[in-house]
């Protein structure tokens, strides 16, 4: 099943419900063949942009162009592009071989055709020999890949995906994320995915498009993302991280009176932010060099399994009242060596790994 | 041990978990029993009484004349067959209303929906008799309708609404509407509005989407509505007494004639009897095209 991919231009697109913006100036560009995820909480605008997309939400205006052609007054049954839909949307009065089909029997696919094509479909997705099968018979995971089959089986050169994992349980979720990115791969078509679940963006994306209050705040990758983002919203949101308030002057960066070393010079004086991954962090007993040092007591130690998550209240003379969180991976650190409750500890941060945002 | 081998083992408690069962099934049971009366006094045994009258000939014996006459009479047999026309054609103009009705309906905002759902229902709230008499007043010859048609030259002579089949249908369509928009409406309401998107999304034309999707997820309700219209229709007998004028004779008018011209109540029994035993197989034959699961929501 391969088919030329389509890039996707989107530019401008905003969409109001009263005074309300859903969608405010947002322009991306979806690479053909790209795997490109739709990250916010909800009530973002991800989903707007998804359904201006599949053409079921008008914007109030802006541009979309599948390829070189203008689609934005296009109605949604002639888009032809393939849709999972959160809750998966299966005609329940049908059996699986009749969802698959039903695209290809609206495109006036021959009967055999119909057959081979749906047979291929249900392979693709690891269903072959339910076809006979309702709707109502299938598992979670099972109608997901129902849902899937028939999103792709008219090879659309661009796949639209709703939140579709959001309704399996956690390991599931986790394997389909693989697969779904196997999947992407093997078919060649430009996938936009629509998540607010952080690491599914990170695990599955080429690129990750971050929303938030209608606005793209960023567009990387899941990497870059990770390690530089824009702003404390998206540090925040992506990841697990202290956010510590600090202030610049004269490019100096001052956490409470201790002189911070960051990656980036800031060039304002001002309020900031310091990002601090609670996996960067960890224990020394002298100092480094090119290498902060954070002091405190610990105030909360919790086993998290693969884990422990510290929570460190900083020295307040030094570094103004603030928690910093600490995450130290089980059986790296003995059990002597391992920060109890009370504790007075010094945590370090690699000048690499200490970013500023705003 | 496997957990069936458990099951029949007894155990520590089993008897007093066995009586705690017991106990609570029954209290269950009881819940039910007022009504269980009301149901045995109020229609079991009238309608074995009815059973056991329509045996009785004018001789005050057992005899199957009740029967031979409904069978042998050219007369009972043509108000069988416009009892079923009628019923039949009230059914169908429900559908033709109903169904676009209801399906605007389906589409509307929560809160117009409900606005709509007043206009349904206050009418079914308001008594029978009213309703019926406000046709009359309506339709006759020197009703509202025929009097303003004529002044704005509409229509030269006035149209005989009423007293005639037409009539009969205008009343009994208005009345029988709500029966068919409630469960068609409660239906439509479960209907998942992504799988329509779907539909559209694989291609499908709303009009394609509708046919293949829509229409088939509000069959169980269609199905459920004009069920209950049709059995309704059968054995009504107000609205079609009042607009039919005499005209228009239905199965439970017949029975009130039997009983109030003529005293015969085993004539009238035999009536009701067939009516209730010609219903009973329309609902058998109806339940095996349509299981009653399905009637229900699928999920």
Redesign the interface.
């Known amino acids: 099943m391969k088919s030329d991919a389509l890039n996707i231009s989107i530019k401008d697109i905003t969409k109001t419900y009263g005074e309300f913006f859903a969608l405010k100036d947002v322009s991306l560009e979806v690479k053909s063949g790209e795997f490109l995820t739709l990250l916010g909480p909800s009530g973002s605008g991800k989903t707007t942009l998804l359904m201006v997309l599949a053409g079921f939400t008008r914007p109030d205006y802006g541009s979309v162009k599948f390829g070189t052609e203008e689609v934005v007054l296009k109605p949604p049954h002639l888009r032809d592009i393939g849709m999972v839909f959160q809750n998966y949307a299966l005609f329940p009065h049908m059996n699986v071989e009749q969802n698959v089909g039903y695209p290809q029997k609206l495109r006036g696919v021959s009967k055999e055709k119909i057959k081979e094509t749906v047979d291929e479909a249900l392979k693709t997705v690891k269903l072959d020999g339910l076809g006979h099968r309702g709707v109502a018979e299938l598992s979670g995971g099972q109608r997901q890949r129902v849902a899937l089959a028939r999103a792709i089986v008219f090879q659309p050169k661009i796949l639209l995906m709703d939140e579709p994992l959001s309704a399996l349980d956690k390991k599931l979720r986790e394997e389909m994320q693989i697969e779904l990115r196997q999947l992407h791969d093997s078919l060649n078509m430009t996938t936009v995915y629509v998540t607010h679940d952080q690491k599914e963006a990170l695990t599955m994306s080429d690129r990750i498009a971050v929303i938030n209050d209608g606005r793209l705040m960023q567009l990387d990758t899941p990497s870059a993302i990770y390690k530089k983002p824009n702003n404390a919203f998206i540090a925040d949101f992506i990841g697990e991280s202290s956010l510590l308030s600090v202030k610049v002057s004269k490019k100096n960066v001052y956490l409470g009176n201790t002189k911070i070393l960051v990656e980036h010079s800031v060039k304002k004086d001002g309020d900031f932010l310091l990002v601090v991954r609670p996996e960067k962090l960890f224990l020394i007993s002298d100092n480094l060099t090119d290498c902060n040092t954070f002091t405190g007591n610990v105030v909360e130690s919790i086993y998290q399994g693969e884990s422990q998550l510290l929570m460190i209240k900083l020295d307040p003379d030094s570094h103004g009242d603030q928690i910093l969180r600490m995450r130290i991976p089980n059986g790296t650190a003995s059990l002597q060596e391992l920060p109890s409750i009370g504790n007075k500890i010094t945590v370090g941060l690699k000048k690499s790994d200490s970013f500023l945002v705003e | 041990m496997t957990s069936t081998q458990r099951i029949n083992q007894e155990g520590i408690n089993k008897t007093e978990l066995d009586q705690l069962d017991r106990k609570e099934r029954y209290t269950l049971f009881g819940l039910t029993v007022p009504y269980l009366a009301l149901v045995f006094g109020l229609i079991i045994i009238p309608i074995g009484w009815l059973f056991y009258m329509s045996f009785i000939g004018r001789d005050e014996t057992l005899s199957l004349e009740n029967y031979q006459r409904i069978w042998n009479s050219k007369a009972y047999l043509r108000i069988f067959k416009t009892t079923f026309q009628i019923s039949l054609l009230t059914t169908l103009f429900c559908v033709l209303f109903g169904y676009p009705l209801t399906y605007f309906m389906s589409q509307l905002s929560n809160r117009w929906a409900n606005i709509c759902m007043i206009g349904v229902l206050i009418p079914f709230w308001t008594s029978l008799l009213v309703r019926t008499y406000a046709w009359l007043v309506l339709l006759q010859k020197k009703g509202l309708i025929n009097t303003l048609a004529v002044d704005w030259g509409l229509w030269a002579e006035p149209i005989k609404f009423v007293h005639n089949t037409s009539g009969t249908l205008i009343g009994m369509v208005h009345i029988m509407l709500p029966f068919l928009i409630l469960p068609l409406y409660a239906n439509m309401r479960t209907i ?1 509005k ?2 329509l ?10 009009t ?2 509708f046919w ?2 829509f229409f ?2 509000s069959l169980p309700g269609l199905f459920a509505g004009l069920l209950i219209v049709f059995v309704l229709c059968l054995g009504f007998y107000v609205t079609p007494a009042l607009l039919g004028g005499g005209k228009v004779i239905m199965v439970a008018m017949k029975i009130s004639d039997n009983i109030e011209l003529y005293y015969s109540w085993g004539a009238a029994s035999a009536l009701g009897v067939v009516l209730l035993g010609v219903t009973m197989i329309i609902l058998f034959i109806a339940s095996k095209l349509v299981s009653i699961d399905q009637l229900g929501n ?2």
Do not use: F, I, M, Q
């Open positions: 998942d992504d799988c998107k779907a539909a559209a999304n694989l291609g499908a034309t709303p394609r989407a293949t999707v088939p997820l699928r999920s």
